[in-house]
């Protein structure tokens, strides 16, 4: 039962968590967020009175389920370590949730160390070139429950249970309605805070409804206020719509991460404490509990945001991100690069640092004092991570980008880039992921088939190396010798790869050009060798479709994520995940690395976007505003914005150093699938289901910034509508939707889709 | 087949290799475990749709209706279900599918579809844990059939039986096309050439717009919006300037400036047009019926063609005159051009091929009737499309045609092309123009039958109108009157022609009939149409087996096709040498290079082969472009084209660029066969040339 797999899988997630948290617990169906009764944030600013005491029976209940399980699946060492566990919370839990708030962790990140140890050491193990004793033993029970028998599901009831209070449920619809009426009589400043209760609210009100039995009256309370709520959340409602029956509820994913993780609401205090007081006057105990038990209201001192402010910043499953989910530092800058002697050695210094950062005063500087450049502040330090050592190859390839760069042509409003489109004919719908290599060079598709094509768009053609044999024969001290090893009879314009049993949705070459990556339906992903053109090695870890998957800017690294909810980050030769990413509450779309290598995005059908770090595990940044899944991210080449595209047809812009969206850019009116930026980082490129490639101003969009510090401190932001004066040009295409972009590194765009008659 | 399970997981639709539903009842068998192998489509289906619906009206769940449940119990043998477990199975029912359903959504969005298929429902199904329904591979469509009678609809997928031995001996299906991969510029330099791979730059919209409003200022903003091409294809004429300036026209100018590009293709087209070789002229023809960047060249087009008329009526070239009447359906077919601008032109030159006294050297042996008739067809064409309450084209041309009909002195052959005219507009205009003068008309083709022998031309002309009227009439008149057809009654209202028209009548009645009853058997069975090959092939044949992706590179510098005809006159012309050199008229960092573009399997639009012009950025301004056409003679295809031509476009070697230069044949088989003559195209390409790929 996959189920299950998930289930346990979250567990250990739980278990090895150093900081457990209420987020850390999202899709963990054992814990329904009450096992941290006082989680982050909600003892720290409300001052509410939480039932601390209350609720501990029913820790201990679930609790127990989980070592019901774990014992029931022989996972003996677990139940020890849970057992030990067990007892801290108990103690020590409020003061130590309080203290993990305010170091703002955001603590959604579970890391799944292996062997308990220190997370870096792991890391610099990993890369160390023995890798000897890097073996984790096989926790392989980590998803070793996929093969367990389907059993009854304590948990699940024990997160249910939660709804057996009630009261009468012809009642509600009166609360509902009360409560409605009070809000539209305050004053416009408070009406939109308060208007964001309307909708958890009302999913509570429903969902306690059929849990409880009281189908009439919860289709009735249903049809009644489901037309009231904002238009983004239809696709949920229509979910919630087909929920009637209790037996429903248990095994719906989407039920269960409502129920399990607290949606977030971002209220001003006056507005809060008229809620509050409203509520205790009525002795509307039923919605009291609710709030009090089923959302987090992140409280706020100042003005009371604006209807305008709240709809940029909502949409997700979950609410809006707390603030203390956004504090961290990250460190946004890029890496050093390693100092190459080159011929054109001036021109390149210059070249690069208009890349690094095209802004105001620092180029001058930097192009003086050329060798020693310093450091970016903001940069991670160059071991942070432990990354592969540079190959001779990788720095003739290094040499040649610089080269390239030198011709670069520099973009802008009036000089747009021309775009070459590759149509894939005869796809019958089938093609469903693209890559193109950094030089361009070659151009992969993932098929519904389960085929991966790698095609050369340069007159070279692919080869393969000869056999064990032929090799041989070779003179190994001739100077040719990588052109020896190499068969010209196979050579040919492209080549297909066989080994997937399902769809494959993700597919990323690795920067030296020498594999490619491909994540399926199957659960799977695979390594391909571009020299000999067979799979290499199949991760296996996703149980579940995996979504996307994409290769470090380092290499070495990839990161995966899929329906499982979970990213991971691996390492080409290892077997086992290095790192699991838990937290998002619905499937992971898409996945990509930071130019520095040192986090990683993920964007989901939960609406979010989460930022991770890589050495620690932690989520450091959650962004909301998307209404629809995401499907594509793209960092900017200076590593400090974040742009994402979803299926409601917007792009949004993030500020990674701040943690706030500072752009919208409107436009396209299906999924946007491929975002990019040129590579210095001038242009923003977006291609969309509805068959156009759209071009965006990125420099004018982050140059009007008003980063100051009264809304980097709230969080507030107030986007200006100038989607028409940011957008530099829609070309149309006949009938192809646009689901690949990529700059050459002149700043050619490419563009990618299959062609649908 | 209703068997109890001793233990039932609410949670899941549990599966079994057959696609096994169960589904938890209140009904006195505790588990009704309903086997729906290819059921699940249909509810599927039906919820997707109803959830469309629901999208309308506002999310109120949708259901299955209980005669649905009842329908599949009974379809597996259950006959008698009570009532309450069908209301609790549609309930349970509907709530799985419609998570499968969204879950199926999951898979489309991945897949960068629109379109669910079976696929994605399978996949849900694996998702849930269920082994999915084999069998159900249909890409396009799932094909169920409807059936109604007794008062009860039913959609149904039709299993058919099939005959092994039918399969063994039906010859193999043609091996789908390989997936493959072309390139083309979707833009240049911010600019949107008007090539075939790319949508219409100027959509017929803003064509008309234009010309009905040419007063209109067109600011700097909207221009990169509407008038690319004016810009793109490297004419920076007056006109556009003007415009970029706001100033405003007095009177918009009708011809453009033409690059020399596009000269280079009007003239290769036009030659090709009325040139002898037929090949060539289709490919021509198929060039203007589909070409999205004509619109340019259309003043060229219409003028050329009225100019044509005009000189070969006089000279009697009864086949110039049938190849510019094809050139004028072929612009009428081109679904980017806006004709309505160039109708004072074309129309007087298609009356021409209708009416005119004599088209031809020697009228009585020469087919001139199927030009007159092809003209009148092309005639009513125009008048349906174009006709408007402003232009009245269809009066007008109606009145024309009438009163050089009644004129005693028209020729028989006018005589003919009024008619044809007229006919052609319709059923109405027959009933109210051509009937009431049959009898007029009978008298007069009497007399050239039966008295006394004046010219065989007039003779001729006679039979071909009495034929032409019986044609027209026959079906018209079928309608009109009530059965019987009496051969008296017919020639006392329209004399001379009554008896041979009331035969053609009775014909036509009972070719209604048999066509009617055809109908009616038809709609007996109502079939849907079976799910069809979008596949175009290539024009080789005799091509088998697993076609090759063929990659057509980045179209840095060119590809091409260029359909060079011989005139008439000049069966196997000389080799000639053009080189051509392109303005640099545009930004000097624009290279003008033409784009010949050769066709591959399952091309984006047209099968033909298809010139454009268009313009190639580079990155090196300094660059002079060099297109050059050659022809020498190359291998000989056959005796009576033993020339092949090359294009080249070379441009001079940069000092800057270590590469060297390339020279590589593209792949050309395709278009050079379905050439007649056999085109061979080299590219060449410098490093000039090189810089402008994407690599």
Known sequence: ?757 | EISSHSRFDPCHLNGSHDGILCFSSKCDLDFVCVSTRGYIYRPVCFLVSAMAEERRQKHCSVVLPTESMKAMAESVGVGQLQEDSCVALSEEVSYRIKEIAQDALKFMHHGKRRKLTTSDIDNALKLKNVEPLYGFQSQEFIPFRFASGGGRELHFYEEKEVDLSDIINTPLPRVPLDVSLKAHWLSIEGMQPAIPENPPPATKEQQKAESTEPLKVVKPGQEEEGTIQGKSQGTTTPDGKGKEKGLIRLKPRSTHELSVEQQLYYKEITEACVGSCEAKRAEALQSIATDPGLYQMLPRFSTFISEGVRVNVVQNNLALLIYLMRMVKALMDNPTLYLEKYLHELIPAVVTCIVSKQLCLRPDVDNHWALRDFAARLMAQSCKTFSTTTNNIQSRITKTFTKSWLDDKTQWTTRYGCIAGLAELGSDVIKTLIIPRLAVEGARIKAVMEGPVVSNIDKIGAEHVQSLLLKHCASVIAKLRPQPDNVDQYRTDYGYLGPMLCSHVMKARTQAALQAQQVNRTTLTITQPRPTLSVSQSGLSGSSGPRTPSIIKVPSSLTLMSPRPGTPSQPSPPATKYIVMATSAGAASTQQVILFFTTTPGNLSSQSASPVTSTVPSATSTLQPLVKLESGSGAGLTASRPLQKYIVVSLPSSASSSLETKSSVLPTSISSSSLDGGMKLERSESPGASTQSPH
């Open chain 1, 1 to 757: 039962d996959m189920s299950l797999a998930k289930q346990s899988t979250d567990y250990f997630v739980t278990l090895y968590t150093k900081q457990p948290s209420a987020d850390g617990f999202g899709n963990n169906n054992a814990n329904d967020g009450r096992v941290l009764s006082a989680s982050p944030g909600s003892s720290s600013s409300t001052g509410s009175n939480k039932q601390t005491a209350a609720v501990t029976p029913e820790d201990q209940q679930t609790l127990l389920a989980v070592l019901q399980f774990l014992k029931k699946n022989k996972l003996s060492e677990s139940v020890e370590i849970l057992r030990r566990e067990a007892g801290l919370p108990e103690n020590s839990l409020d003061p130590k949730a309080n203290e993990s708030a305010g170091a703002g962790s955001g603590g959604a990140a579970g890391i799944v160390d292996l062997e308990g140890g220190d997370a870096s050491s792991l890391l610099s193990r990993v890369t160390g070139s023995s890798s000897a004793g890097a073996q984790a033993p096989t926790k392989g029970t980590v998803q070793s429950g996929c093969s367990a028998v389907a059993e009854d599901q304590p948990d699940v009831s024990v997160v249910l249970s939660a709804y057996s209070q009630q009261g009468d449920p012809t009642l509600y619809k009166v609360y509902y309605r009360d409560l409605k009426k009070f809000i539209e009589t305050v004053l416009d400043c408070h009406r939109a805070e308060l208007s964001q209760v309307f909708y958890p609210l009302f999913v509570h009100m429903y969902l306690e409804l059929v849990y409880n039995n009281h189908e009439s009256e919860a289709k009735a309370f249903f049809e009644k206020f489901s037309g009231d709520q904002e238009c983004y959340y239809e696709e949920d409602l229509r979910i919630l719509s087909g929920l009637t029956k209790k037996e429903h509820m248990r095994g719906n994913e989407t039920l269960l991460d409502f129920r399990t993780s607290k949606f977030v609401l971002r209220i001003s205090r006056d507005s809060y404490q008229l809620l509050k007081r409203h509520l205790q006057e009525r002795q509307n105990n039923q919605i009291w509990n609710i709030i009090q038990e089923h959302l987090y209201i992140d409280i706020f001192d100042g003005m009371p945001r604006s209807k305008s402010q709240i709809d940029a910043m909502s949409g997700s499953l979950a609410g809006e991100a707390k603030r203390e989910a956004n504090k961290t530092k990250v460190y946004y800058g890029l890496l050093k690069e390693p100092e190459i002697e080159l011929p054109l050695d001036d021109e390149d210094e210059e070249a690069e640092n208009e890349e690094g950062k095209p802004k105001k005063k620092k180029p001058k500087k930097d192009s003086v004092g050329s060798k020693s450049k310093k450091q970016d502040p903001n940069a991670p330090s160059q071991n942070r991570i432990p990354l592969p050592e540079l190959k001779d190859s990788d720095k003739l390839d290094k040499i040649m980008y610089m080269k390239e760069a030198t011709k670069r042509i520099r973009l802008g409003p009036d000089n747009l880039p021309s775009v070459c489109f590759y149509t894939f004919l005869n796809a019958y719908q089938g093609l469903t992921a693209v890559d193109l290599t950094d030089d361009s060079s070659l151009i992969a598709g993932g098929f519904a088939d389960s085929t991966v094509r790698v095609w050369s768009v340069t007159p070279k053609k692919l080869r393969k190396v000869k056999s064990a044999a032929d090799l041989n024969l070779i003179d190994k001290e001739s100077d040719d010798v990588l052109e020896r090893i190499m068969d010209e009879k196979t050579a040919s314009e492209s080549k297909i790869m066989y080994g997937h049993s399902g769809p494959v949705y993700g597919i990323s070459f690795s920067p030296d050009r020498n594999y490619l990556l491909s994540s399926s339906e199957d659960g799977t992903v695979r390594l391909w060798s571009l020299l000999t053109f067979t799979c290499l090695v199949a991760y296996k870890g996703h149980n579940y479709p995996v979504w996307d998957t994409q290769f470090s800017p380092y290499g070495y690294y990839f990161v995966s994520g899929g329906h499982d909810r979970v990213a991971r980050l691996w390492a080409t030769d290892h077997y086992q995940p290095l790192r699991i990413f838990s937290g998002h509450l619905a499937d992971i779309t898409c996945t990509r690395f930071h130019p520095n290598s040192n986090y990683v995005a993920t964007g989901s059908s939960d609406r979010t976007i989460r930022l991770w770090d890589v050495l620690s595990g932690n989520c450091v940044r959650i962004f909301t505003g998307h209404k629809g899944p995401i499907h594509s991210l793209a960092f900017s080449p200076n590593g400090k914005f974040l742009a994402s595209g979803a299926t409601d047809g917007r792009v949004l812009l993030w500020d990674i150093g701040h943690g706030l969206m500072v752009g919208e850019l409107k436009g396209h009116t299906d999924t946007i699938y491929s975002l990019r930026f040129s590579r210095d980082g001038e242009i923003l490129a977006s291609g969309s289901m509805d068959n156009t490639v759209r071009l965006w101003d990125a420099m004018k969009a982050f140059d009007d910034l008003e980063t100051d510090d009264f809304t980097a401190a709230t969080g507030h932001i107030h986007l200006q509508d100038n989607s028409q004066e940011l957008l530099l040009g829609t070309y149309t295409t006949k009938s192809t939707p646009v689901i690949h972009l990529h700059f050459t590194r002149r700043n050619l765009l490419l563009a990618a889709g299959a062609f649908n008659p």
